[in-house]
C-alpha cells in the first residue's frame, strides 16, 4: 500500500510543510465546504497527512512526535471554525483536546460547555505520567480530513471558564499551556471509545471528571460513557471501526517525516488487513506482551505518542547528561518478540543508539531513540514511534470488529 | 489477564552510587508528623494513606521490610514498603487510574515535578533517575503503572527487583 502512495504523499507532505511553520493562528473564520487542514483534494476520503516534525514553535522543538491538522467547529455550524495544526496523533490515550491558547479568540465560546447532570458545568482533569491538564468538557464537531465526528466532547485544556484546579487533580507538573504540552492539542485514537470508560460512569474518581458549582466548587464527577470524551473516529458515518498509521522507513536522523493516517480497517481498498497480522490487547488495559532477554514484560504496549523504545535493560548504559534515554557507544541491534493476547507472537529487529549522538544531530525523526524505565519497571515495554517508521501499524476499536476479529487489538 | 508480571524480572542491580547524603536522609525522617504522605516517612504513614485513599491495607511482612498494600476505592493497588525500624523508601502504584501522587510522594512529589519538566519522552513514560529519587510512571490508554524510591533510603540487601 505504501509504495502506492508515496507519489500523492509527497505532495501533502510538501504542502503541509508549505503551510506549516505558523501558529494554529488567527480567529474564527469561515469554512464552506471542500478540503480542510491536512487533507489534500484527490487523496483517498478516509485517509489524512501527518508528519514528523518539530512541533509548533511554542512548544520549543520535539522529537518523534506525529502530528496532523483538524478542525474543529461549533456544533452544526460550517461559519465558526477553526483549524489547528500541530495535533498530536496519539494512539495511547482516547478523546480530543485542545489547548485554549491555541483555540483562539472566540470560537471557545461557542462550543457549549457539557454539565454533570445535576446543573454543574463538566471539567476534565487528565492524568498523564509526566504531569496534567485541567479544562473544560466542550462540545464540538471535528473534521478530520474528509471526514467529521459531529457533537463530540472535547476537552479545552487551560480554558479560562474552568475553575482553579482541584487539588485532586494535581499528580505531577501542569501541562495546560502550549509549552509543557508539546502540541496545540491531542487527537486521542487508541482502542478504547472513551477516555475513562465504566469506571467513571458508576463512580465519582478524583483525577478524572468534576462538577463544578456556580461557586467554582469542584467535586468528582460520575459520568456516563457516552458522556466522556470519546474516540472520535468511532463517531465517523464511515470507517470508524479502527485506524492504520503508515509512515515510512526512516534509516537515519531525518526532518520532515511524512506519512498517512488511515480511517477504518478492511472498509475501503486502501485500509485492507494484508499481510499483517492481528495481536489482540487486554480489553481492560490495552496493553499486551513483549518477551525480551528471557525476561516478559506483561504491560507493553504499541504507542504513537512515546517518542522512544522505553524498556529496562541494565547492561545498556544511560545517557550521563539524560538518564530517561540509553547511550551506547554505537547503535545495539536487538531483538524482542511482541505475543498479542491471542497467541500470535512475531519477533522484532530494532536498534537503540546514542541518544547524545542521535539528538545532537537537531532532527525531528529518530529512528533508534531508546531509553530505561528508571526504576526497572521490568513489566513495561514501550514500543513508541520508532517501532512505526517503516510499516502499517493497525489500532482496531473495542467493541465493533475489524476484518473478522473483535476489537480491541492491535496489528502490523 | 494473562501474565502481569509487574515490576518483575532481571534486577541486574545497576551499582547505586552512595549518594546517601546524610542531610537528606535526616530531611526525610523529619517529615512532619501531620504530613498525609509516605515516602520518606515513618511507618504510620500508610495507615494515614490507606484512610485518605478510602482502601483496604494488609500488611505483609518481609525479612528486611514491611509491604503495607492498600487497595483503593478506584482499584489500584498501591504498595509502600517500610524498613521494619525505618522509614517508608518505595512506593508502587498499579491500575488503571494514576493514585494521590501527592499522599505517596510527600515531601518528595515537588523534586518528581521539578524533575519531571524537563523531559522528551511523550506523555506516557516518564522516567526520573537522580540522586535521591527513582521513578518510573507509566500512563497508556487504561493503564497506570509506576514506583518510586529513595537510593538512600533502601536497606541493605534489598534489590530494586523486589519492589513491585
Redesign the interface.
Same mark, same amino acid.
Given at each position: 500500500m505504501r509504495h502506492a502512495w508515496t507519489g500523492l504523499l509527497l505532495v501533502i507532505v510538501g504542502s503541509l510543510t508549505a503551510c506549516g511553520g505558523g501558529n494554529s493562528s488567527g480567529g474564527v473564520f469561515n469554512f464552506g465546504g471542500g478540503g480542510n487542514g491536512g487533507s489534500g483534494a484527490g487523496y483517498g476520503a478516509n485517509t489524512l497527512a501527518v508528519i514528523v516534525d518539530g512541533g509548533p514553535a511554542a512548544a520549543g522543538g520535539t522529537v518523534n512526535m506525529l502530528f496532523t491538522t483538524v478542525t474543529i467547529c461549533a456544533p452544526h455550524s460550517t461559519r465558526n471554525c477553526q483549524t489547528i495544526d500541530h495535533v498530536q496523533v496519539d494512539t495511547g490515550s482516547t478523546g480530543f483536546r485542545v489547548l485554549a491558547s491555541a483555540l483562539g479568540n472566540g470560537l471557545a465560546a461557542q462550543l457549549p460547555q457539557a454539565g454533570d447532570g445535576i446543573g454543574n458545568a463538566l471539567d476534565e482533569c487528565v492524568q498523564f505520567a509526566d504531569g496534567y491538564s485541567w479544562g473544560t468538557v466542550r462540545t464540538a464537531d471535528l473534521n478530520i480530513g474528509s471526514e467529521t465526528a459531529a457533537a463530540v466532547p472535547i476537552q479545552v485544556i487551560g480554558d479560562a471558564a474552568a475553575p482553579a484546579v482541584p487539588a485532586s487533580c494535581v499528580t505531577g507538573p501542569q501541562e495546560n499551556s502550549v509549552q509543557s504540552f508539546g502540541a496545540n492539542a491531542i487527537l486521542g485514537i487508541g482502542n478504547f471509545l472513551s477516555d475513562c470508560g465504566m469506571a467513571c460512569e458508576t463512580s465519582a474518581i478524583a483525577g478524572t471528571y468534576y462538577g463544578c458549582d456556580s461557586s467554582a466548587n469542584c467535586l468528582p464527577a460520575a459520568i456516563p460513557v457516552a458522556q466522556q470524551l470519546q474516540n472520535p473516529v468511532s463517531l465517523f458515518a464511515a470507517d470508524y471501526n479502527g485506524v492504520i498509521i503508515s509512515l515510512p522507513d526512516v534509516t537515519a536522523p531525518s526532518a520532515n517525516v511524512g506519512g498517512t493516517l488511515i480511517f477504518g480497517i478492511g472498509t475501503q481498498p486502501d485500509n485492507a488487513l494484508g499481510n499483517a497480522r492481528i495481536y489482540t490487547v487486554d480489553s481492560n488495559y490495552g496493553t499486551l506482551n513483549t518477551l525480551y532477554r528471557g525476561s516478559q514484560f506483561g504491560s507493553s504496549f504499541l504507542d504513537a505518542g512515546s517518542s522512544g523504545y522505553f524498556f529496562t535493560d541494565n547492561t545498556i548504559p544511560t545517557c550521563a547528561d539524560q538518564p530517561a534515554f540509553y547511550c551506547p557507544p554505537s547503535a545495539l541491534l536487538l531483538n524482542a518478540t511482541i505475543q498479542g493476547m491471542n497467541g500470535a507472537m512475531t519477533d522484532i529487529a530494532f536498534a537503540a543508539g546514542n541518544a547524545d549522538v542521535d539528538f545532537a544531530t537537531n532532527a525531528e525523526a529518530l529512528p533508534n531513540l531508546a531509553g530505561p524505565t528508571a526504576s526497572n519497571a521490568a513489566d513495561v515495554f514501550d514500543w513508541g514511534l520508532p517501532f512505526f517508521y517503516g510499516r502499517d501499524v493497525y489500532v482496531a476499536f473495542e467493541g465493533g470488529s475489524a476484518a473478522g476479529v473483535a476489537g480491541p487489538w492491535v496489528g502490523f | 489477564?494473562?501474565? @502481569?508480571? $509487574?515490576?518483575? *524480572?532481571?534486577?541486574?542491580? $545497576?551499582s547505586w552510587r552512595a549518594a546517601a547524603l546524610g542531610a537528606l536522609i535526616a530531611c526525610a525522617l523529619a517529615a512532619p508528623e501531620t504530613a498525609r504522605a509516605a515516602l520518606g516517612e515513618n511507618v504510620a504513614s500508610p495507615a494515614r494513606d490507606h484512610e485518605a485513599l478510602r482502601g483496604t491495607l494488609a500488611v505483609t511482612p518481609m525479612q528486611r521490610y514491611d509491604v503495607h498494600e492498600i487497595v483503593t476505592?478506584? %482499584?489500584v493497588t498501591v504498595r509502600e514498603y517500610a524498613a521494619h525500624t525505618g522509614p517508608v523508601f518505595a512506593v508502587t502504584w498499579s491500575g488503571?487510574?494514576?493514585p494521590?501522587?501527592?499522599l505517596l510522594l510527600g515531601t518528595y512529589f515537588d523534586r #518528581?515535578?521539578s524533575l519531571?519538566?524537563t /523531559? @522528551?519522552?511523550? /506523555? /506516557? &513514560?516518564?522516567?526520573?533517575?537522580?540522586p535521591d529519587l527513582?521513578?518510573?510512571? &507509566? @500512563?497508556?490508554? $487504561?493503564? *497506570?503503572? %509506576? $514506583?518510586? #524510591?529513595v537510593p538512600a533510603l533502601l536497606p541493605s540487601g534489598v534489590s @530494586? %527487583?523486589e519492589?513491585r
Open positions: - | 489477564m494473562l501474565t @502481569r508480571a $509487574r515490576w518483575g *524480572a532481571a534486577d541486574a542491580g $545497576r476505592a478506584s %482499584g488503571t487510574q494514576v494521590d501522587l501527592k #518528581y515535578v519531571a519538566k /523531559h @522528551r519522552t511523550g /506523555h /506516557h &513514560v516518564l522516567s526520573i533517575e537522580s527513582v521513578m518510573t510512571a &507509566v @500512563r497508556f490508554q $487504561r493503564t *497506570a503503572t %509506576g $514506583r518510586a #524510591y @530494586r %527487583g519492589l
